[in-house]
């Protein structure tokens, strides 16, 4: 029996020949930044069998071209102003072709030696530019924030909880917190109730009084308070609690603080660093780089500033692996499965690495910069125009705006928040979403792309005020 289609590897470079620049072609800027299936393509996908005999691998590379990869949310595409999009260097992509093509198991030291000393390298770069030690500091990639916030919870509760007590825990965070932290705490068996939530100010920032007043009164009514979460740049926001005062109150009560800096924790690299100050006294950092540093998805990091840590929480054995354990090995040299929750890891770190040696810092630090830049300017398109409102000020790269016509209801000026999007996304010039402050529905931008332009963001603006208007003359539309 051949098994040429399955491991032909010959016929690999004339197909990337032929589809790599039908691919690179999707990533100009004069493309929609959003596209979606029609019900035609949608079904032609639906009906695709599995079939005993294989197909011409160029046939099926035509369907994924033309039905799967050029119908997107393109999270990477500059005009993309959704969630918190996903701004990708080709020089990330070429490394993770190389990942592709070499398969490196990288969560075994030995088996991939060189892999673990450029990611020990990174995140002890990374640890710096927080403010840790980055000798004593320690990290892991993973696959998102998600898991690093639930391996950071598995940390403070190995560190600051006794067992007997874990009925009576309690973890403190506002309600600007990301959604993974409420799925931690209930993946590790706490109740919804020990997440006691803490009162934000006019800034969506989480009050440090308020902060120290409840875990006082959780304290006198027998409860154990042992993590505190606080974020540096909100999904809703991007604002940054106040992370040196928050670090006073873990002082004074002993308990874990941890900084959900997924989508912030890139500022540490940008020339507005200023705005973390306090997250080198934090216990852990959450830090995408598949958010704000330029990466393909996924390449996420959870730092610790005790590196040694992790071994105590992660660390696992069995017959297979004495082979490739060495109980003298340093920190650096310690295989992943030791530190972290994954036993088959890919060399995530790898793209990273490669773009700032290729890049170099000074050029992330201005693409980031960028970011924070381009938000001020969007904002102040938005000033004093009649019939909007800023509902929470330029922060990272994120705004948050209101269409709030005189007299109209708050139904009706919910409703026309979603009609502005829905019909700016049939366009497929930028994308934006809606999301909600203080119970109101409000028009998100979050615009960390450097190769977005102050062009870009006055058609945006112009062709948003222009609805506005054409609403607000006919606000029946809503409801057509």
């Known amino acids: 029996m051949s098994f040429d289609t399955l491991f032909n590897w010959n016929d690999m470079p004339d197909l990337l020949e032929k589809y790599l620049p039908i691919w690179l072609n999707e990533k100009t800027v004069d493309k929609p930044s959003v596209a979606n299936l029609n019900n035609e393509e949608r079904e032609r996908l639906k009906n695709l069998s599995f079939q005993d005999q294989g197909k011409d691998p160029n046939e099926i590379l035509d369907i994924m071209s033309n039905d799967v990869y050029k119908k997107l949310w393109k999270i990477d595409h500059p005009r993309n102003m959704a969630f918190v999009p996903s701004p990708v260097s080709p020089l990330s992509s070429i490394v993770e072709i190389c990942n592709s093509i070499f398969n490196p198991y990288a969560a075994g030291y030995e088996n991939s030696e060189g892999t673990n000393i450029l990611e020990n390298k990174t995140i002890r770069f990374l640890a710096g530019a ?30 600051k909880l006794k067992q007997e007590d874990f009925a009576k825990a309690r973890i403190y965070a506002t309600d600007q917190a990301h959604s993974s932290i409420a799925k931690a705490a209930r993946l590790l068996g706490f109740l919804p109730q020990q997440i006691t939530k803490v009162d934000t100010d006019d800034d969506f920032k989480m009050i440090p009084a308020d902060l120290r007043h409840k ?64 997250i080198e006294r934090t216990d852990s950092v959450t830090w995408d780089a598949h958010k704000w540093l330029f990466q393909t ?13 992790l071994h105590n929480s992660f660390h696992s054995s069995a017959e297979y692996l004495e082979a490739v354990e060495d109980d003298n090995a ?106 909600k402050l203080l119970g109101d529905k409000v028009i998100r931008f979050c615009a960390p792309h450097p190769d977005l332009t102050k062009a870009d963001l006055e058609k945006i603006t112009i062709d948003l005020f222009e609805r506005g208007a054409e609403l607000k003359a006919n606000p029946d539309l809503i409801y057509d």
């Open 130 to 159: 927080l403010g840790y030690d980055e000798e004593q500091a320690g990290g892991f990639s993973t696959s998102g924030g998600s898991m690093a916030n639930f391996s950071a919870f598995i940390l403070a509760r190995d560190q």
């Open 215 to 278: 875990i006082l009164a959780d304290k006198e009514n027998g409860f154990c308070p042992f993590l505190i979460v606080a974020t540096a740049g909100t999904t809703n926001t991007g604002v940054v609690d106040p992370l040196s005062e928050i670090a006073d109150i873990r002082d004074e009560f002993n308990l874990w603080l941890h900084v959900d800096g997924a989508y912030g924790a890139s500022a540490a690299l940008s020339s507005y660093r200023s705005i973390l100050s306090g």
């Open 297 to 309: 998805l996924s390449c996420s990091f959870l730092i610790v500033r005790d590196g040694k840590l």
């Open 330 to 435: 340093t920190f650096a040299e310690t295989n992943g499965w030791d530190i972290s929750i994954e036993m088959t890891r890919p060399a995530r770190t790898m793209k990273l690495w490669f773009t700032f040696q290729v890049a170099g810092m000074e050029t992330i630090q201005k693409a980031l910069d960028h970011g924070f830049e381009s938000i001020v300017y969007l904002a102040k398109l938005f000033e004093n125009k009649k019939d909007w409102r800023i509902v929470s000020e330029p922060h990272m790269s994120t705004l948050n705006v209101r269409f709030e016509p005189e007299g109209w209801s708050k139904e009706m000026t919910d409703a026309a928040q979603v009609y502005l999007c829905d019909e700016n996304l049939k366009t497929g010039f930028a994308t934006y979403i809606t999301t």
